[in-house]
């Protein structure tokens, strides 16, 4: 059983920067993939960035280059970098996680199998 806990989320106005952490805990397999989500309001829960244990990354298309993903303590620990925020990037942020797991994909949250609590992140204009 993987645990995990997302911290970093907050308030910024727009052009500015956050960083998101989510510590996991448990027993990953060889194959393992994390990943962040997130959902606004009457939309489904989209892929933000993920990564698995070879680092190979992939981001949704409207990240342009702005978030970078990564991990740290054997993959214990991701982290998401967000520059240039805008109004369109609040939402409440997921962690997540699915082991064994090699093809990290981002199309569907069903994919992954662990889940946080999630942090509320709100970019002002």
């Known amino acids: 059983l993987v645990q995990l806990v997302e911290s970093g989320g907050g308030s910024v106005r727009a052009g500015g920067s956050l960083r998101l952490s989510c510590e996991a805990s448990?027993?990953?397999?060889?194959?393992?993939?994390l990943a962040w989500f997130r959902q606004v309001p009457g939309k489904e829960r989209e892929g933000v960035a993920s990564i698995n244990r070879d680092g190979r990354t992939r981001y949704g298309d409207f990240v342009n280059n702005r978030f970078t993903i990564s991990t740290i303590n054997d993959m214990h620990t991701v982290i998401l970098d967000m520059n240039n925020l805008n109004p369109n990037d609040s939402g409440v942020y997921y962690c997540?996680?699915?082991?064994?797991?090699?093809?990290?994909?981002?199309?569907?949250?069903?994919?992954?199998?662990?889940w946080g609590q999630g942090t509320q992140v709100t970019v002002s204009s």
């Open positions: 448990g027993h990953f397999y060889s194959g393992v993939c």
């Open positions: 997540a996680a699915d082991t064994p797991c090699w093809a990290n994909r981002l199309e569907r949250s069903t994919d992954y199998h662990e």
